[in-house]
């Protein structure tokens, strides 16, 4: 292992990797002060960015079991584990309206940036499924299920607006979430 100054490659080049959490974490809690501050509301807006905490959580837990990549030197695997995070930061910014603005309904902003919205987490999810399996990353048979199946229903969602559509899509990723929650939770 590469040692500079008392930074591992792996510490060094961490570093970037947090900052761009940190700012998808910063917008992310910040939007529901403001959402609480103005006592403004709609659940799509709620659940998705509670899942997007979830999935950042759930991508800051993992990612250790992922570093070991970043010895092989090449800068193309640290430009690989910058993408999730930056994926995160437009899927929050794609959320919450921009706080300058006076008007913020939520329900008016969603589903005017419902196929963009949608169409980051599809990239994002087909990223995640596609790296985990090319970069031989610690990934179950029912994790390459389940990033399938959301993958369908995210790409489902930029073409069909429906709120049932949207629903299920909800609810099956709460789901996964729980499943995962209690499964590493034992």
Do not use: C, H
């Not at 389940?146 to 909800?170: A, E």
């Amino acid at each position: 292992m590469d040692i500079v100054e008392g930074f591992s490659r792996i510490e060094y080049l961490v570093i970037l990797i947090s900052i761009v959490y940190g700012f998808s974490i910063v917008e992310l809690f910040s939007n529901w002060a403001r959402m609480i501050r103005l006592n403004v509301y709609y659940w799509e807006t709620i659940v998705w960015s509670i899942i997007t905490f979830l999935t950042i959580a759930n991508m800051w837990y993992i990612i250790w079991y992922d570093l070991s990549i970043l010895n092989k030197g090449f800068p193309v695997y640290f430009l690989i584990m910058l993408l999730p995070p930056i994926g995160l930061f437009f899927i929050i910014a794609l959320l919450f309206p921009d706080k300058r603005k006076e008007n913020w309904e939520l329900k008016a902003y969603f589903l005017k940036n419902r196929k963009k919205l949608f169409t980051v987490m599809t990239t994002l999810a087909l990223t995640v499924l596609i790296l985990g399996n090319v970069l031989d990353l610690v990934v179950t048979i029912e994790q390459n299920i389940f990033r399938t199946i959301l993958t369908l229903l995210l790409l489902g969602n930029i073409f069909i607006n429906s709120i049932i559509f949207r629903t299920i899509t909800v609810s099956i990723t709460f789901l996964w979430y729980l499943y995962v929650m209690l499964l590493f939770g034992s």
